[in-house]
């Protein structure tokens, strides 16, 4: 059975940076796309940033050149770096994988952007 395990979320004060991270366990092929989503209260889910097996990244306009995602395909797992942050970046973020059209979510990791 395919999990997904977030991990690296926490309080930082704003223009500080952070790293969250998700490994896969369960499975030994590459997903299709990997990703990270977040949730902040009141609000809907949201893409945050993308990346497919070929490399090829997506992002939400507000957070393009403050976050990077990337893969680590030795332990199946992805990485999203964020800098620059800001309190409106503070949310539930979950980590996403996909592969043949199934989708799978992280349990979320709490990021707090706040002084």
């Known amino acids: 059975q395919v999990q997904l395990v977030e991990s690296g979320g926490g309080l930082v004060q704003p223009g500080g940076s952070l790293r969250v991270s998700c490994a896969a366990s369960?499975?030994?092929?590459?997903?299709?796309?990997m990703g990270w989503y977040r949730q902040a209260p009141g609000k809907q889910r949201e893409l945050v940033a993308t990346i497919n097996r070929g490399g090829s990244t997506n992002y939400l306009a507000s957070v393009k050149g403050r976050f990077t995602i990337s893969r680590d395909n030795a332990k199946i797992g992805v990485d999203l770096q964020m800098n620059s942050l800001k309190p409106e970046d503070t949310a539930v973020y979950f980590c996403?994988?996909?592969?043949?059209?199934?989708?799978?979510w992280g349990q979320g990791t709490q990021v707090t952007v706040s002084s």
């Open positions: 369960g499975t030994i092929l590459p997903f299709d796309e």
């Open positions: 996403n994988a996909v592969l043949n059209y199934r989708n799978w």
